[in-house]
T-cell receptor, first 115, second 115 residues
Framework: AQSVSQHNHHVILSEAASLELGCNYS??????LFWYVQYPGQHLQLLLK??????LVKGIKGFEAEFIKSKFSFNLRKPSVQWSDTAEYFC?????????????FGSGTRLQVQP | NAGVTQTPKFQVLKTGQSMTLQCAQD?????MYWYRQDPGMGLRLIYY???????DKGEVPNGYNVSRLNKREFSLRLESAAPSQTSVYFC??????????????FGPGTRLTVT
């Protein structure tokens, strides 16, 4: 079965610190990869996505993620976090070679940025 | 555009009671989804509807039924609520799917407690 692992459940950083959140998936076929963010009290929003091509993907608000196929990983990074980045971050995977439209989500990482 | 709307926002049920969660989207999307979000488990797909008139089971369909009333609306019904169904429920929609991914847009969620 396909699964998505986010090993960091709760991360606390000070403003201006660098961020890296891990995401690993277990499916061996072609995948589409996503990071969603959920700010407190708000909807899930798409942060960035990878379909093909350049494995380094840039998203909104200065976030980027790198797809490393050999490691089945899609880690999220930001060089300098802000207090407003406090949110929960979800990695998600879609199998590209099937008709299934739905995403498989990781368990999420709660990021707390201290001023 | 309101995007994806859900009602109610909060609900408390007693074991055995029934209720229907409503979801509507005004983006003319073909596909709609119901997820549940539980602490430490991320979002799990309950049911989805690829297009009007079709529904399919997701990862955790037991105890739920759905109706794709028309292109705009996709409801989730709990016939006999159980404490294990205490969760936050998210509806989402996307333009289409299959081999092509379209971004999923999420509603604000319904927080359900079953006592």
């Amino acid at each position: 079965a396909q699964s998505v692992s986010q090993h960091n459940h709760h991360v606390i950083l000070s403003e201006a610190a660098s961020l890296e959140l891990g995401c690993n998936y277990s499916y061996g076929g072609t995948v589409n990869l996503f990071w969603y963010v959920q700010y407190p009290g708000q909807h899930l929003q798409l942060l960035l996505k990878y379909f093909s091509g350049d494995p380094l993907v840039k998203g909104i608000k200065g976030f980027e993620a790198e797809f490393i196929k050999s490691k089945f990983s899609f880690n999220l990074r930001k060089p300098s976090v802000q207090w407003s980045d406090t949110a929960e971050y979800f990695c998600a995977v879609k199998k590209e070679d099937t008709g299934r439209r739905a995403l498989t989500f990781g368990s999420g990482t709660r990021l707390q940025v201290q001023p | 555009n309101a995007g994806v709307t859900q009602t109610p926002k909060f609900q408390v049920l007693k074991t055995g009671q029934s209720m229907t969660l409503q979801c509507a989207q005004d983006m003319n999307h073909n596909s709609m989804y119901w997820y549940r979000q539980d602490p430490g488990m991320g979002l799990r797909l309950i049911y989805y509807s690829a297009s009007e008139g079709t529904t399919d089971k997701g990862e955790v369909p037991n105890g739920y039924n759905v109706s794709r009333l028309n292109k705009r609306e996709f409801s989730l019904r709990l016939e006999s609520a159980a404490p294990s169904q205490t969760s936050v429920y998210f509806c989402a929609s996307s333009e289409g799917g299959g081999r092509v991914f379209y971004e999923q847009y999420f509603g604000p969620g319904t927080r359900l407690t079953v006592t």
